[in-house]
């Protein structure tokens, strides 16, 4: 295993990307913050470091700002967790950042899945029940899936950020999905049939409704609101 390099070590020959990485890791630590001038002060000659640093999402690396995580002020970044150990060449290369998504492929997704994290089922813009400081922030990641007879695939999936970060590089599988849905009643396998056969889940028409009031901008909900407030 390559042992890990120090991040300001001026023998170490690397980008910023992996410096900054290192200096995440080694400086900040998860779960804390920091802002552009800790990063201009710890990279004063290189151009854009901290775009190098956001850069990492594409390995699996989770950084919140203030529009998903409300505690912060808009200078902060959250270090929320780590992933490829792009310091190492062959782990940055088996993390290579996935394909990049194109607009038509995300947004067929996203109609897909109702514009809904396929992990908790919550909207974008929408407050976490169990922290209200937090409002989803959805879109289509890769995720890698086991399939039945044991082969891995890409697929297209909806996810919150925060979904994404706390399954990290994990896989899903199918066989266990499968078992699970051996469990359900006889009334619930019939629904998830109905959903499969759709390709898409029975929603009520206030949850379609309430999931595209969400995506609207601030004052457009305002004004709906006021509406139903008369």
């Known amino acids: 295993m390559m042992t890990q390099p120090t991040w300001n070590d001026p023998d170490f020959d690397a980008g910023v990307m992996v410096r900054g990485a290192l200096w995440l890791v080694q400086e900040i630590g998860v779960g804390n913050t920091f802002t552009k001038a800790d990063i201009r ?13 956001r ?4 390995y699996g690396w989770v950084l919140h700002a203030k ?8 200078e902060q970044t959250r270090f929320v967790a780590q992933g490829a150990a792009v310091w190492n060449p062959k782990e940055r290369s ?8 194109s607009n038509k492929e995300r947004e067929a997704t996203l109609s897909r899945d109702d514009h809904l994290c396929t992990t908790c089922g919550i909207s974008g813009a929408e407050e976490y029940p169990d922290d209200p400081t937090q409002t989803a922030v959805i879109a289509v990641s890769r995720r890698v899936t086991v399939m039945p007879d ?3 695939e890409s697929l297209l999936t909806t996810e919150c950020k925060r979904c994404k970060a706390g399954l990290g590089k994990s896989r899903r599988s199918a066989e266990k999905i499968s078992a699970d849905v051996q469990a359900l009643s006889a009334d619930d396998q019939a629904r998830l049939l109905r959903w499969m056969n759709t390709g898409k889940r029975d929603l009520t028409a206030t949850e379609r409704v309430w999931s595209r009031y969400l995506r609207l901008p601030a004052d457009a909900r305002a004004e709906i609101r006021s509406v139903l407030e008369a």
């Open 55 to 58: 850069d990492l999402r594409d």
């Open 150 to 152: 044991g082969r891995e």
């Open 41 to 53: 002060v710890a990279f004063p000659s290189a151009s854009q470091a901290d775009r190098r640093i």
């Open 94 to 101: 088996d993390a290579n950042p996935r394909k990049a998504i």
């Open 67 to 74: 529009n998903e995580d409300a505690t912060l002020t808009s």
